[in-house]
């Protein structure tokens, strides 16, 4: 079932390094080949509490409409890809409608 998901996608590895554009450009391209189309929003920022610390950074919000599966598999390429913990998904819309001409 097609639903629509939201990844938080890091502009910066955990050594604080930022990430480059290719980098992402290169998941951008792996994504769309697994879904077909992605929307990119600006970046946003973030704070997230782990272990006791506060940690802040910015991060870019994508949807992506796929199944489950599909968003899975994108989480855990995204979790080598960007060298990261943990990712965050959530699920924005569990219909997803596509209307053509």
């Known amino acids: 079932m097609t639903q629509m998901w939201e990844i938080l996608v890091p502009c910066q590895y955990n050594c604080g390094k930022p990430v480059r554009t290719r980098h992402h450009q290169e998941w951008d ?6 879904t077909g189309g992605l929307t990119i929003f600006k970046p946003v920022k973030g704070q997230w509490v782990h272990e ?20 899975r598999k994108i989480a855990k390429f995204s979790l080598t890809h960007y060298r990261q913990l943990a990712m965050f998904v959530s699920l924005v819309s569990d219909k997803v409608l596509i209307i053509k001409p």
């Open 29 to 34: 391209k792996y994504v769309r080949k697994v």
């Open 52 to 71: 006791g610390q506060t940690y802040a950074e910015r991060m870019i919000p994508v949807r992506v409409a796929c199944s489950e599966k599909d968003i």
